[in-house]
């Protein structure tokens, strides 16, 4: 339950980030001035000044409120991790330019390592939308690559479940695991930047196509870690290490 728990809370997180209103003004007290002084049981009582009120943020630490996908171009991706070694994933995606096509493919897990050379990858309950309208998405699953028209769009949501991207750690203490993901969308304008956050009791983040003193890019502990770089999206791979749950 604390995986669902950490999938969904991310997903609200990101909503939150998008929708952030901002501090609320605080009311200025009336009747300042300088009055003539009277004897304390006819003195009028000035009104105290009403209290500042505290602002917090919505956001948790470890979750950028701007950079890549939300205030410049690139992506951010919020990886969850839900249950049996499967992700909630939402990419908000930001492009420099239009576009009349989306590209979406499954990840090439070869990348990340000769364990994941039989991995097959499959994103399903996918749900694409911009500006707040949704855009179909054929039976709501990528497991291939798919184009999907739309009309000049700049930006956009992605969020899915991606299965099939976990295997077993050999050899390993019982139930330990390694994940590797990779963002959805494919081949946009430019070459985009992608900053990652990996939200749920891992054990720890790595980015294997660095170089070997770069890999543990992770900053942070769990349950939030980011990535302490952007990636580019044509190397945005990172590697999660976790615990399955006991059957």
């Known amino acids: 339950m604390l995986w669902v728990g950490a999938a969904v809370f991310t997903a609200l997180t990101i909503r939150a980030v998008l929708s952030d209103d901002g501090p609320v003004a605080t009311p200025t007290p009336q009747g300042a001035g300088t009055t003539t002084p009277k004897s304390p ?19 948790p ?3 950028p409120t701007d950079g890549p996908g ?7 991706m919020v990886i969850a991790l839900s249950t049996g070694g499967s992700f909630n994933v939402t990419e908000q995606v930001r492009l420099p330019s239009t576009t009349n096509l989306v590209e979406l493919a499954p990840a090439q897990l070869s990348r990340a390592g000769g364990q994941f050379d039989d991995a097959e990858p499959v994103a399903t309950a996918v749900q694409l939308s911009t500006d707040g309208q949704p855009i179909v998405v054929p039976d709501g699953t990528v497991a291939a690559p798919l184009s999907i ?28 695991a390694l994940a590797a993901v990779t963002p959805l969308v494919q081949a946009t304008p430019g070459s985009l930047p992608v900053a990652v ?17 770069e890999r543990s890019c ?7 870690i980011q990535v302490d770089r952007v990636l580019p999206l044509d190397d945005a791979v990172v590697t999660i290490q976790l615990d399955l749950p006991r059957a």
Do not use: H, K, W
């Open 61 to 63: 630490a470890g979750l």
């Open 197 to 213: 956050v990996v939200a749920g009791p891992v054990l720890g983040v790595n980015c294997p196509l660095l170089t070997l003193a």
């Open 149 to 176: 028209p739309v009309d000049g769009i700049t930006q956009f949501e992605l969020s899915y479940q991606v299965d099939g991207v976990t295997v077993r750690s050999l050899p390993s203490t019982a139930r330990r």
């Open 70 to 76: 939300i205030s410049e171009p690139g992506v951010l």
């Open 218 to 224: 992770g900053a942070g502990s769990a349950p939030m």
């Open 41 to 59: 049981t006819t003195t009028p009582t000035t009104p105290a000044a009403p209290a500042p009120r505290e602002t917090r943020s919505v956001t």
